[in-house]
């Protein structure tokens, strides 16, 4: 038996250790790097790790949990590997700790594994399981759309929907798209780019364009699901900032049987023309404590792009509020006296 602080692991044989280390080691200097009082190295199939046994002992059920994924053909990345690591709980019991790390895995898919990547991802993946409308709020870069993608992608692969659709308000069109040439997938392409993409990343070319024609992924103007009841579906609504208060009301209101509803975007960034109120800061308070809803809000301890996008995220939340309070010490100051 291994004593405290000291762990040796056995790389099994018939398995490249740099599926499980990574490229020069890559997924071990992350471990490092995130347990700074370890210290971790491969050697003749084997990786041994020293140092304070608390640490020790994560880095150990990490290190099993990478060769069980390298095992299955899905080696973790440096990049999953030290985010893996930053999320564990170092005060929590090492087997507890590491117990939910294969239940982050959101899709398989092309070769690839997504997972939600932060505690904030994964919470709003298990809202997506356990309720009917679900809204996804945060920043740019937070995953809100990705993982929505993911899930529903999921859920038609396995059977639990017939159908995704998707959609998004073109606010740039005021949506009247008839101007515009070409079928309609060609008039919203540009709005539903974003959408195109994470499909790519998660469903095969040839497959896309078959599910696309068969009708069994629809992308569409908000503005076309007037009149529709959506029954046996998931539907992602992004960029739900953008939505006036009827279009928010118009589109929840086509939730069938059996289907999934899922809302996302950033508050921040509201494009709608004059003074209009976004749909989705109206619904917060609407529907806030209604049973079968969820309400999931990402901030920038979520961003996954660069880690410059959370500190300038904070940035202007903090400019905001500065902001905020010089107005409304403005505002008290304007405010006539009463002369007695």
């Given at each position: 038996?291994?004593?405290?602080?000291?762990?040796?692991?056995?790389?099994?044989?018939?398995?490249?250790?740099?599926?499980?280390?990574?490229?020069?080691?890559?997924?071990l200097r992350a471990l490092e790097d995130v347990f700074t009082d370890i210290e971790i190295w491969a050697r003749s199939g084997r990786i041994t790790i020293d140092g304070?046994?608390?640490?020790?002992?994560?880095?150990?059920?990490?290190?099993?949990?990478?060769?069980?994924?390298?095992?299955?053909?899905?080696?973790?990345?440096?990049?999953?590997?030290?985010?893996?690591?930053?999320?564990?709980?170092?005060?929590?019991?090492?087997?507890?700790?590491?117990?939910?790390?294969?239940?982050?895995?959101?899709?398989?898919?092309?070769?690839?594994?997504?997972?939600?990547?932060?505690?904030?991802?994964?919470?709003?993946?298990?809202?997506?399981?356990?309720?009917?409308?679900?809204?996804?709020?945060?920043?740019?870069?937070?995953?809100?759309?990705?993982?929505?993608?993911?899930?529903?992608?999921?859920?038609?692969?396995?059977?639990?929907?017939?159908?995704?659709?998707?959609?998004?308000?073109?606010?740039?069109?005021?949506?009247?798209?008839?101007?515009?040439?070409?079928?309609?997938?060609?008039?919203?392409?540009?709005?539903?780019?974003?959408?195109?993409?994470?499909?790519?990343d998660m469903v095969d070319p040839a497959d896309l364009a078959n599910l696309m024609e068969s009708g069994a992924i629809e992308v569409a103007p908000l503005a076309y699901?007037?009149?529709?009841?959506?029954?046996?579906?998931?539907?992602?609504?992004?960029?739900?900032?953008?939505?006036?208060?009827?279009?928010?009301?118009?589109?929840?209101?086509?939730?069938?049987?059996?289907?999934?509803?899922?809302?996302?975007?950033?508050?921040?960034?509201?494009?709608?023309?004059?003074?209009?109120?976004?749909?989705?800061?109206?619904?917060?308070?609407?529907?806030?404590?209604?049973?079968?809803?969820?309400?999931?809000?990402?901030?920038?301890?979520?961003?996954?792009?660069?880690?410059?996008?959370?500190?300038?995220?904070?940035?202007?939340?903090?400019?905001?509020?500065?902001?905020?309070?010089?107005?409304?010490?403005?505002?008290?100051?304007?405010?006539?006296?009463?002369?007695?």
């Amino acid at each position: 038996m291994s004593a405290p602080g000291h762990r040796v692991i056995d790389i099994p044989e018939g398995l490249d250790p740099t599926e499980v280390c990574g490229v020069d080691d890559a997924c071990l200097r992350a471990l490092e790097d995130v347990f700074t009082d370890i210290e971790i190295w491969a050697r003749s199939g084997r990786i041994t790790i020293d140092g304070a046994p608390v640490g020790v002992g994560i880095a150990a059920d990490i290190v099993s949990e990478m060769i069980a994924e390298a095992r299955k053909g899905a080696p973790l990345s440096a990049q999953a590997v030290r985010e893996a690591a930053e999320i564990l709980n170092p005060t929590a019991k090492a087997a507890e700790a590491v117990a939910g790390l294969g239940q982050w895995e959101v899709l398989r898919a092309r070769g690839n594994v997504i997972r939600a990547k932060t505690a904030g991802q994964k919470a709003y993946c298990d809202a997506i399981d356990a309720n009917s409308v679900i809204f996804g709020i945060g920043p740019a870069g937070t995953g809100k759309t990705y993982m929505a993608m993911a899930k529903a992608v999921g859920a038609l692969m396995s059977g639990q929907v017939t159908r995704i659709i998707l959609t998004r308000p073109a606010v740039e069109a005021g949506e009247s798209l008839g101007f515009l040439p070409g079928s309609l997938t060609d008039k919203i392409d540009p709005y539903l780019r974003p959408l195109y993409d994470a499909l790519r990343d998660m469903v095969d070319p040839a497959d896309l364009a078959n599910l696309m024609e068969s009708g069994a992924i629809e992308v569409a103007p908000l503005a076309y699901m007037r009149g529709r009841t959506l029954n046996d579906a998931f539907i992602v609504l992004d960029e739900a900032q953008n939505t006036t208060i009827q279009q928010m009301k118009m589109f929840l209101t086509r939730l069938g049987f059996r289907s999934t509803m899922v809302v996302t975007g950033d508050i921040s960034q509201i494009d709608l023309p004059g003074s209009q109120t976004s749909g989705l800061n109206h619904v917060r308070r609407v529907l806030d404590g209604v049973e079968g809803i969820a309400m999931c809000y990402l901030t920038s301890a979520d961003v996954v792009r660069n880690e410059l996008v959370g500190r300038i995220i904070d940035a202007y939340e903090n400019y905001e509020a500065r902001r905020e309070r010089v107005n409304a010490y403005q505002r008290r100051s304007a405010r006539p006296r009463r002369i007695r």
